[in-house]
């Protein structure tokens, strides 16, 4: 069977998948490397992408990162050497300073090795009437940073956020940011524009509205397993917005596909399924693999903190084998299961950082997490294993938080909520999670 026969029959025809996009059609390989490329828009781009969200750090004495460019070097080279060409970063990233951090480790290979993108971060902040200015400073800031001349995959960045239809409108359309870099694509500066997205539909309807008169390049958005059919919060379906980006052969960039590392880490019992099947692979695979059985899909991001998760990935798409149909359905049975969790819908992305109290909050969120899906919660005083479970939580929490970064220190000020692209009110969560913390510590 043919692969697009073979997608097409599969769970998720319903999405309208069909092979090829306005840029071209993905390829399977590339000659001399092992590693899946996808043809588009002129270019051969590896279906791994290298996010540069999490490089490698340590904690400084003021608790905030301190980055290690002898290993972000390392990591680079080894992504370059088997076949990762794709390396997206942003302004906001690792607390300011991923373009530099980045731009440092690609500059010591030849230019043509490497296709970098980078975001317009500005447009998720309220600049006023000094919007367009910001923007273009950034944008001149970025290149300086990644010691480049031009831009080869430019995003307006987590568009869909703020009041939604009036900020883009505000903040991007009424502005002339669009316009602006509509003139740096004619000249060559920006050699594909496209945009990524977080929130509000109607912003993302509004945007493939416009796609005749823009022509986008691309579209980056949040896909998964879970969120394919379950996106909660402030997220959108990604059957649906994938099905709209391929309606319009629009090639799709994916972010987040282990929603933050949570589907690397499933529960014990869904993670069995997983290793029944497959049990050389790893449990990120699995996401990753789902994400590139999709051919309108041009590039699956992931931040690859370590050399194990580099080396990981970079198997997995070397080359890609396509989920099959039974893995599918199994896919879609474990984000039924994985859903009644009650997680916290953090990826730690750490636009929220730095706090200005402080607070570790991607550390508190994600450390709750992890202990809801690795089943250290949720029993009672009395039940088998209690005391056992209750210990666990406080002394993980007290070892990978700091007692003055916990969340007992956050006065709720929200300055975090604005820029939180998955909407959580982290005031609120981190009230709930100190309750919890408390109730352990005065039971017996």
């Known amino acids: 069977m043919k692969r697009r026969e073979f ?10 998948l069909v092979v090829g996009a306005s840029c071209g059609s993905p390829s399977r390989k590339a000659s001399g490397s092992r590693m899946e490329y996808r043809q588009f828009c ?19 004495p003021d608790g905030n990162a301190l980055y290690d460019q002898d290993s972000i070097n390392t990591l680079v080279d080894y992504a370059i050497e088997h076949g990762v060409n794709y390396f997206d970063t942003a302004p906001v990233y690792c607390q300011g300073l991923s373009e530099e951090l980045t731009g440092k480790a690609l500059s010591r290979h030849p230019r043509e090795k490497y296709l970098i993108a980078t975001k317009l971060s500005a447009a998720m902040r309220d600049n006023g009437e000094r919007q367009l200015e910001k923007c273009i400073e950034m944008y001149h800031n970025s290149l300086e940073k990644l010691r480049t001349d031009y831009i080869d995959y430019y995003l307006l960045h987590s568009l869909g956020g703020g009041k939604g239809l009036s900020s883009l409108q505000e903040r991007v359309l009424d502005s002339g940011v669009l316009d602006y870099f509509l003139g740096e694509r004619r000249k060559g500066k920006i050699r594909h524009l496209g945009f990524s997205f977080h929130g509000s539909v109607e912003v993302f309807d509004h945007l493939l509205s ?34 709209e980006l391929e309606k319009r052969g629009i090639p799709v960039v994916i972010m987040e596909p282990l929603l933050g590392g949570r589907l690397a880490k499933l529960p014990s019992h869904l993670a069995e399924r997983l290793k029944s099947e497959r049990p050389e692979d790893s449990i990120a695979s699995w996401a990753f693999r789902f994400n590139g059985s999709f051919p309108g899909v041009m590039s699956v991001l992931s931040g690859m903190t370590y050399m194990e998760h580099l080396q990981d990935n970079i198997a997995t798409f070397s ?9 599918f359905t199994l896919l879609e049975e474990v984000a039924t299961s994985l859903k009644k969790y009650p997680l916290v819908p953090c990826n730690a992305c750490d636009y929220c950082m730095p706090c200005p109290y402080g607070i570790d909050i991607p550390g508190i969120l994600t450390h709750y997490n992890s202990c ?3 089943g250290v919660m949720g029993s009672g005083p009395g039940e088998d294993g209690y005391r056992r479970a209750r210990r666990k939580y406080l002394l993980s929490y007290g ?31 981190l009230r709930r999670i100190d309750n919890y913390v408390e109730s352990l510590k005065l039971q017996d």
């Not at 005749?212 to 919060?233: C, E, L, P, T």
């Not at 080359?319 to 893995?327: G, I, V």
């Not at 916990?406 to 005031?427: S, T, V």
């Open 7 to 16: 997608l097409k029959d599969s769970l998720l025809a319903g999405a309208g």
């Open 42 to 60: 002129g270019d051969q781009v590896s279906l791994l992408g290298y996010g540069c969200m999490r490089w490698p750090s340590t904690k400084g």
């Open 210 to 243: 416009l796609h005749d008169k823009v022509h986008w390049d691309f579209v980056q958005i949040q896909m998964n397993y879970v969120d394919w059919r379950h996106a909660s919060g402030r997220n959108v379906r990604a059957d649906y917005l994938y099905s």
């Open 319 to 327: 080359p890609l084998e396509p989920c099959s149909r039974k893995e």
């Open 372 to 374: 809801v899906t690795e």
């Open 399 to 429: 070892r990978l938080v700091e007692r003055e970064r916990q969340a007992d220190h956050c006065i709720g000020c929200g300055i975090c909520n604005r820029y939180c692209p998955q909407g959580i009110d982290i005031p609120r969560e």
